[in-house]
């Protein structure tokens, strides 16, 4: 009897500690007040010190031993919730943050999760909220995605006040844009004055500038993943703003409450409204504007289900009186459905189009009357899942598709004209890519790796041209419709660790593999709307590059101030430069223009950023070098990149002063761009001209860039609803910044033109320029 | 220029004319470079007449003054079956006798000088005939003076001669003397949008009223130039008039037919002249 009894303890102590031991899965969505997914909010287990964060639609994953246990929920910008939970059983859990203001504000940013700058595994990853890309201010008082974006260390804007950026040492289109996954080919407006995009729909932007995962692709050096607000599932909600340059409107709210909502969001300029008033009869038949729409719907179908539609159109419309015009924009549509084959397994279905194109026009009564077009489009279909295998192990795999469509140019004339129809010919392909990454963590160490396989395949119809040693077109070759005549296979490994030395303290190491097919024919530091997009083909190979990063991360004053330090080594091969005097605008030969060789960047990012209290912001510090190696350009000497800037410097700082005013700043400074001059002149033609040696040899004194913006934010009601005032001021102390250096003959300079000689002269664009602009919440 | 240069300038322009873009002098002093050029300007047409070749000296760029012209160079222009020696007449400036270039044939201009032996070539391509010129008196609009100004149109008719690659450089002289002298002035297309159709009142030219006498001998010359040569006038307007926005490319020099040897260009073309008499002040 005794034995039998101490059986049936010990069966007993084994069925209780193997129910102990048995795991059990907590899943969710975690979404703010308004019920807004929340991307990248974190769960932690305090009991077993681990913990996962949110995907991109705010879904967790978390796998916990049976019994009590308390979880600590927190995100930037909310208050962090802390929930105890006895854990028995699979649950489905649905959190809700709340935001945290400091007082009546919402433009400071704090609550920052206090350690996640030393514990999060990516390194070069940063993510912006719309509420720090609002309180930044920027020419002409809007708030602008590409402008912030550039105050980052690691990125560097192009020309004074435009919005290409460079990444790391990498070319402005080794940028992959996505806006709720569809890609923005041209993300700019008033040829690059502003972006697309409208601050008051983006829910959070994440720039990867280096250990880009796997499920990512297509670009050397950045993917900027933009996402858009779903709409209020409470209540309807809005806000809207009126500047110097434009307005918007955004609504949203719920459908069917907590269920459904959608989302509609405008914005136009108006300073064509003016136009009819001028006293030039050809200035009033002017018009420019631009406008952007961006509309979403969601639907909470069941507990497993989820669909999403959102669409984007922009259009910048430019009507020079009698003469031209140039009109030009992007559009696109995502369909996306989540769906839960289980808690610990989440996947995404997508289906995307995008489009950028433009028109370009002569006046109707001109002889040489035409009309050019052209457009590039790409039809997607994504599939994207995540297995939550443990809390210690993810795995990540999926693929996609994309169809491109590249119209370059068609030029007609729908009436007689001297010009003739001429036609680029189109280009047609298939992107394929599969991908797969693990993720592994410990307490103190975190390691995701995998890889990514990509296809390129080119298919006719198609009219190739081949060329000799000398770039001369030697042949044609034609393609019919449907064949596929060429293709490109690349491996692309990708991985990322971390070692948390102590709760203080860590090192990251990330490297990645990219290959880009897809490039723009551009061969200046700022974007162009007339830029077309061309494939890798027989003649062009596609764009590889390797990065290497390292960091170490530290935070002080109890995670009041975090800092970093970053280095890194990037080689590009096959890079694609165009040659002197190339001639990419309407050219078929356009690969005969074409150069390629090898670049490498390398550099150092120093980061100290305060998040708590009355003064946030950060300081950044980046030295960065780039440079080229390309056959037949400089002699094949090694020669800096146009874009490459040793120093960069941003502060950017906001002070809460009170409960109705805060005072924003930034400083900027950034090297000068390295430039051609001239080593020499002659006549030809009665005329004098330079004559030239290095490319970009010399960095002329003075042309280095700095600028000073203040803004103050003067919050107050109407109505009772919340309202404010932004007061900003660009180039404070009226820097003249270079917006072009060139030389010039003095007979035509209209800044001395007395005598001979010559001069070297800057044009710059934005002195001292205050601006107001004015927003109500409701 | 040809209409995707006209388009690209039109672009630019008007986005300044936008935009109250600000100039401003630097104060830069670029290296003196002692290492001098040799620059060739030399043309042999069709038209029976002294072709000129002058050569100069490049020099330090901000210091432009008058052109360093080169004496003593032994000069001469190889065909394939004659070779025709040039003369120095003007410090630096040597003619041909009077002759004429042939279509189609290929011809080679020499320069020795300083033991250095430079070469440059080029091939004269037929040119079709011009169905008319005419003149309309008419007002333009100057973009630098913010005004319209009074004067007279200069028209083409032409048929376009058919195959892609025709270039054409068009020159006018009043009285005998070039109106259009320098590179800012210069008129020149290729026919990349235009092969083969019926080229129907194209403005060539505007003359300024106050740049007439009251009866004038108003020339067109008509040359269908080389590809190469186009091309090396495009470059140099990239390199001058056309520079100064932020979507320039690179600086880089513009490709002569010398190779490395030598700055400037040596061409020929088929040119023919069509004359027309204008009285100032008939309406």
């Known amino acids: ?778 | 220029m040809s209409v995707k240069q006209f388009l690209l300038l039109v672009i630019v322009f008007g986005i300044f004319v936008l935009f109250l873009s600000c100039e401003e002098p630097i104060n830069y002093v670029l290296s003196e470079n002692s290492d001098y050029k040799y620059v060739i300007e030399g043309s042999f047409t069709t038209l029976f007449k002294k072709h000129k070749v002058e050569i100069s000296l490049s020099d330090n760029f901000l210091n432009k003054g008058p052109k360093k012209m080169v004496q003593n160079a032994i000069v001469y222009i190889n065909s394939e079956n004659e070779t025709i020696y040039l003369q120095e007449e003007e410090p630096g400036i040597y003619y041909t006798p009077f002759m004429r270039a042939i279509k189609n044939k290929s011809y080679e201009l020499n320069v020795l000088i300083n033991g250095l032996h430079i070469k440059g070539k080029d091939t004269v391509r037929e040119l079709l005939p011009v169905d008319s010129i005419f003149i309309i008196k008419g007002k333009e609009f100057s973009y630098t003076e913010q005004k319209y100004i009074e004067g007279f149109f200069v028209f083409l008719n032409m048929q376009e001669k058919q195959g892609k690659g025709d270039c054409y450089l068009f020159e006018l002289l009043i009285n005998n003397k070039l109106y259009n002298d320098s590179l800012k002035e210069s008129v020149f297309y290729n026919d990349e949008f235009i092969d083969g159709n019926y080229l129907k009142n194209i403005k060539l030219f505007f003359i300024k009223n106050d740049d007439l006498p009251d009866t004038s001998i108003i020339t067109v010359r008509v040359n269908l130039i080389s590809h190469k040569y186009y091309n090396y006038l495009n470059e140099l307007l990239m390199e001058t008039y056309w520079r100064g926005s932020p979507w320039d490319g690179p600086s880089a020099n513009a490709k002569s037919n010398f190779g490395n040897k030598a700055l400037g260009f040596f061409y020929t073309a088929d040119t023919r002249e069509y004359h027309l008499k204008l009285l100032k002040n008939i309406e």
């Open chain 1, 1 to 778: 009897m005794k034995v039998i009894f101490q059986v049936l303890i010990m069966v007993i102590f084994s069925l209780n500690s193997l129910l102990a031991q048995k795991n059990y899965t907590l899943s969710g969505f975690i979404t703010d007040d308004n019920g807004e997914v929340l991307i990248g909010a974190t769960i932690v287990s305090l009991k077993n010190s681990v913990g996962t964060t949110t995907n991109q639609y705010g879904f967790f994953s978390i796998t916990l031993p049976f019994g009590e246990n308390t979880l600590i929920v927190s995100s930037l910008g909310y208050i962090s919730d802390t929930i105890k939970i006895f854990v028995d059983e699979n649950k489905k859990l649905n959190l809700k943050l709340i935001p945290e203001v400091k007082k009546i504000d919402e433009v400071v940013i704090n609550a920052h999760k206090s350690d996640e700058n030393i514990k999060k595994a990516n390194i070069g990853l940063v993510s912006l909220q719309s509420k720090t890309i609002k309180s930044i201010p920027v020419v002409f008082g809007e708030s602008d995605l590409l402008k912030s974006i550039q105050l980052l260390p690691g990125v560097q804007s192009g020309v004074e006040g435009m919005g290409g950026f460079f990444v790391r040492g990498g070319n402005s289109d080794q940028n992959l844009i996505i806006l709720d996954e569809a890609v923005v080919y041209n993300p700019n407006h008033l040829f690059g004055f502003f972006s697309v995009f409208n601050t008051d729909v983006i829910k959070n932007v994440e720039l990867y500038k280096g250990a880009i995962p796997a499920e990512f692709g297509g670009r050397l050096s950045s993917v900027l993943d933009v996402r858009t607000k779903e709409g209020n599932l409470e209540k309807i909600s809005g806000e809207g703003g009126i500047g110097l340059i434009s307005s918007k409107i955004s609504i949203d709210g719920p459908i069917i409450k907590n269920k459904s909502s959608f989302l509609i969001s405008g914005r136009r300029t108006y300073a064509d409204l003016m136009i009819p008033f001028s006293s030039d009869s050809n200035a009033r038949k002017g018009k420019f504007y631009f406008y952007d729409l961006n509309t979403k719907f969601n639907y909470i179908i069941n507990e497993k289900n989820r669909i999403y539609i959102s669409g984007y159109f922009g259009r910048d419309v430019n009507r020079f009186a009698q003469t031209f015009k140039i009109n030009y924009g992007n559009a696109s549509f995502t369909l996306r459905w989540n769906h839960l084959f289980s808690p610990k397994y989440f996947s995404n279905f997508t289906l995307l189009y995008s489009n950028y194109n433009y028109i370009f026009g002569s006046a109707p009564e001109d002889v040489t009357r035409f009309l050019w077009k052209s457009s590039i489009t790409n039809y997607m279909f994504k599939n994207d899942h995540s297995i939550y295998i443990s809390t210690k192990n993810n795995l990540k795999f999926g693929l996609q598709s994309i169809f491109y469509k590249l119209k370059p140019a068609i030029i007609t004339s729908e009436i007689e004209s001297v010009v003739s129809e001429f036609k680029l010919p189109d280009n047609f392909a298939f992107e394929h890519a599969l991908y797969l990454s693990h993720n592994y963590q410990t307490k103190n160490f975190k390691i995701t790796y995998g890889f990514r396989v990509s296809l390129l395949q080119n298919i006719g119809k198609a009219e190739v041209y081949k060329y000799n040693n000398d770039f001369i077109v030697v042949d044609t070759l034609y393609y019919p419709s449907g064949k596929i005549f060429n293709y490109y296979l690349n491996f692309e490994p990708r991985l990322s660790l971390s070692f948390l030395i102590n709760e203080k303290n860590s090192i990251k190491l990330g490297y990645n593999r990219m290959s880009q097919n897809i490039h723009l024919a551009s061969n200046s530091t700022a974007n162009f709307p007339l830029d077309i997009w061309f494939l890798s083909n027989l003649n062009i190979k596609p764009q590889i590059a390797d990065q290497i990063s390292l960091g170490y991360f530290r935070n002080f004053i109890n995670n009041k101030i975090e800092t970093s330090i970053e280095f890194f080594y990037k080689n590009i091969y096959n890079l694609i430069d165009f040659k002197d005097h190339a001639q990419l605008m309407l050219n078929p030969y356009l690969e005969g223009e074409i150069r390629t060789g090898k670049g490498f960047s390398y550099g150092a990012e120093f980061f100290i950023r305060k998040n708590i209290g009355n003064l946030i912001g950060w300081i950044s510090y980046s030295y960065c070098r780039s440079f080229r190696k390309i056959k037949g350009i400089n002699n094949d000497k090694v020669f800096p990149a146009p874009f490459d800037k040793p120093h960069n410097v941003s502060v950017v700082l906001s002070y809460n002063f009170s409960e109705k005013i805060d005072f924003s700043t930034n400083w900027v400074y950034s090297s000068a761009i390295p430039v051609t001059v001239p080593v020499g002149g002659y006549y030809y033609y009665n005329t004098w001209i330079p004559y030239f040696s290095e490319r970009n040899s010399v960095r002329i004194p003075g042309t280095d860039y700095h600028r000073l913006d203040l803004s103050v934010n003067i919050k107050y009601k109407i109505f009772k609803l919340n309202a404010g005032t932004i007061v900003s001021v660009y180039n404070v102390y009226n820097r003249h910044n270079a917006f072009a250096v060139y030389f010039r003959d003095k007979s035509v300079s209209k800044v001395n033109n007395n005598g001979d000689g010559v001069d070297v002269v800057k044009l710059y664009l934005f002195p001292i320029i205050p601006s107001v602009y004015s927003y109500i919440k409701f």
